[in-house]
C-alpha cells in the first residue's frame, strides 16, 4: 500500500498559485464546498496533484470549525492524491456552515469531499 502523506510539495504556497486555481476550471460544487483547477504549473517537477484550501471566516466562524473542515479535506485528499490527475487543486468553502455538532459536521463533509475527488478520479480515467 502506498503512502498516503501529504509532503509539502503536494500542498500550494504562493498566493498566485491560489489565485490562478481559483480562476481555473470549477469541477465540483457541493453543498459545502466548491473545487477548482488549473493544470499542473511547469516549475513542479514531477507533475502532481497539489491541494489549496480556502475556509474563509465569514462562512464558518469558530476556528475549530475551520480547523477540522481543513483536516477532513486534507485527508481526503491524501488518500487519493496519487490517483489524481496532476493539477493544481483548491477546495473553498463556499457556504455557511449550519449549527450542528462538531462530529456531524465532519461526517457530512467528509462524504461530500470525498464524493468529489472519487468524481474526479473517474473523470481522469
Request: overall charge positive; glycine content about 2%.
Amino acid at each position: 500500500m502506498p503512502r498516503t502523506t501529504l509532503p509539502p510539495e503536494a500542498r500550494m504556497h504562493r498566493p498566485s498559485e491560489f489565485a490562478a486555481a481559483l480562476k481555473g476550471r470549477r469541477l465540483a460544487r457541493g453543498a459545502f464546498f466548491m473545487i477548482t483547477s488549473t493544470a499542473a504549473p511547469a516549475d513542479v517537477v514531477p507533475a502532481q496533484a497539489r491541494l489549496g484550501m480556502v475556509i474563509a471566516k465569514r462562512h464558518a466562524a469558530r476556528a475549530a470549525t475551520r480547523n477540522a473542515l481543513k483536516r477532513v479535506i486534507r485527508e481526503s485528499f491524501r488518500a487519493r492524491r496519487l490517483a489524481l490527475p496532476p493539477a493544481d487543486y483548491v477546495v473553498r468553502l463556499h457556504a455557511r456552515v449550519p449549527e450542528l455538532s462538531l462530529t456531524a459536521l465532519k461526517h457530512a463533509a467528509r462524504a461530500e469531499v470525498d464524493t468529489h475527488f472519487a468524481r474526479l478520479v473517474r473523470c481522469s480515467s
